[in-house]
């Protein structure tokens, strides 16, 4: 199976911040890496498909960038609703596996 | 709007058996893949079972390999999970997201979930 890390485990900052969280694969996942967000008893929702593709509907202060093992999601300008648990998704091989998530938290 | 709504979870005793439904609607659900991902209170994510958009493969992970089974009605537009021989460590939210038939396999939309317990 592949698995999945995630850093930081969490990290704490303020409204218009540049946040960044990276996430790497055991092997090479080429660019079938996803990235979801998850609010406080919510379902998960897709941010970014394919690495750098941005989902319909998210609003372009997510990025996504990375190929190969290394992979990042980048929030520009945080807002308060971004406020929540980040998962990385390989979508390469069955099972498909999730990275153990980064919470994002008010500083 | 695409709209998947889960519901038969309950409490359940260890070696139980409980079945999920997944209703969808606002998308040609005959047309896509399926999964059942799940999360333990608490914790992080966890793909389950996969089905693809005609039935005609299923895939689990191995934890749920020989005791769930993926099924869906396309008449019904309705995803069911079959779960037997139930342990403690399947308690979770279960939900069901539909496949986006793009790059891999994406998750691009979920249900609310619905909880399974296993205990005595």
């Known amino acids: 199976d592949i698995q999945m890390t995630q850093s930081p485990s969490s990290l704490s900052a303020s409204v218009g911040d540049t946040v960044t969280i990276t996430c790497r694969a055991s092997?090479?996942?080429?660019?079938?890496l996803n990235w979801y967000q998850q609010k406080s008893g919510k379902a998960p929702k897709l941010l970014i498909y394919?690495?750098?593709s941005l989902q319909s509907g998210v609003p372009s202060r997510f990025s996504g960038s990375g190929s190969g093992t290394d992979f990042t999601l980048t929030i520009t300008s945080l807002q308060p609703e971004d406020f929540a648990t980040y998962y990385c998704?390989?979508?390469?091989?069955?099972?498909?596996?999730f990275g153990p998530g980064t919470k994002v938290d008010i500083k | 709007q695409v709209h998947l709504v889960e519901s038969g979870g309950g409490v359940v005793q260890p070696g139980g058996s409980l079945r999920l439904s997944c209703a969808a609607s606002?998308?040609?659900?005959?047309?896509?893949?399926m999964h059942w991902v799940r999360q333990a209170p608490g914790k992080g994510l966890e793909w389950v079972a996969f089905?693809?958009?005609?039935?005609?493969?299923?895939y689990y992970t191995d934890s749920v390999e020989g005791r769930f089974s993926i099924s869906r009605d396309s008449s019904e537009n309705t995803l069911y999970l079959q779960m037997n021989s139930l342990r403690p460590d399947d308690t979770a939210v279960y939900y069901c997201?539909?496949?986006?038939?793009?790059?891999?396999?994406?998750?691009?939309?979920w249900g609310q979930g619905t909880l399974v317990t296993v205990s005595s």
């Open positions: 092997q090479s996942i080429t660019i079938y």
């Open positions: 394919a690495a750098s």
């Open positions: 998704q390989q979508s390469y091989s069955i099972p498909f596996t």
């Open positions: 997201a539909k496949d986006a038939d793009s790059v891999g396999w994406t998750f691009d939309f």
């Open positions: 606002g998308f040609t659900f005959s047309r896509y893949g």
């Open positions: 089905i693809r958009y005609d039935a005609s493969n299923q």
